[in-house]
């Protein structure tokens, strides 16, 4: 009786070990997929002030760039996205969503996309996608990453661009960059009252 309670309970302390491995391999697994604390934060590309930019991969020749980033609890990305030819290229509205699906096993291998969308009525998850981009390079001791623009048919962004984590000119970047877009806004609305005012006073130019 008693070697039989002794193999049950073998059985059980085995059972028990395997579901506590499981499930650690499995928590392991997706954080390292899903780069929650990682990813999250704000990103930029100003090297000003920094060193060592060079190690982090910067390049001052980039267009400036600020995005922020916040992994959800699947994995996927909601975020913002700004820059200069995003504002020139989209005038309308500067609120630019930098979105990302939720990766799968398939993303250990394949580099993940991010989808760059503009509000339309009211509606983000809806919008259109205006670029995609690649993640093809993560740099977790300097904590930078590298994007290659695969589609973008405005050409609003430069085909790669990287990006570091924490920078100490962010919050300054982004301040310009809320300025840019809003007056890129009003020149569009500037241009276009020139255009209407010409056509009221030339309605069949020759």
């Not at 039989?4 to 697994?29: E, H, K, P």
Request: some cysteine.
């Amino acid at each position: 009786m008693s070697a039989r309670i002794v193999s049950i309970c073998t059985v059980i302390s085995l059972l028990i070990g395997v579901a506590t491995f499981y499930f650690q391999f499995r928590n392991d697994m997706y954080e390292n997929l899903y780069q929650k604390k990682f990813l999250t934060g704000k990103w930029s590309n100003d090297a000003d002030l920094i060193i060592n930019s060079k190690d982090l991969g910067l390049n001052n020749n980039e267009p400036l760039v600020t995005i922020q980033m916040n992994v959800d609890d699947d994995g996927s990305i909601d975020g913002e996205i700004i820059s200069e030819g995003l504002c020139d290229g989209m005038p309308l509205t500067w609120s630019i969503t930098f979105n990302g699906e939720s990766p799968t096993f398939k993303n250990f291998v394949f580099a993940r996309k991010f989808q760059v969308r503009q509000l339309v009525d009211g509606a983000m998850d809806k919008s259109p996608v205006v670029a995609t981009l690649k993640l093809i390079e993560e740099d977790r001791k300097h904590k930078s990453l590298t994007f290659e623009v695969v589609d973008d048919p405005a050409r609003m962004l430069p085909k790669k661009f990287t990006v570091a984590k924490d920078l100490p000119k962010f919050e300054e970047n982004y301040k310009y960059l809320q300025e840019y877009c809003a007056d890129s806004t009003l020149e569009f609305f500037k241009k276009r009252a020139i255009e209407r005012k010409n056509t009221m006073h030339n309605p069949n130019p020759s």
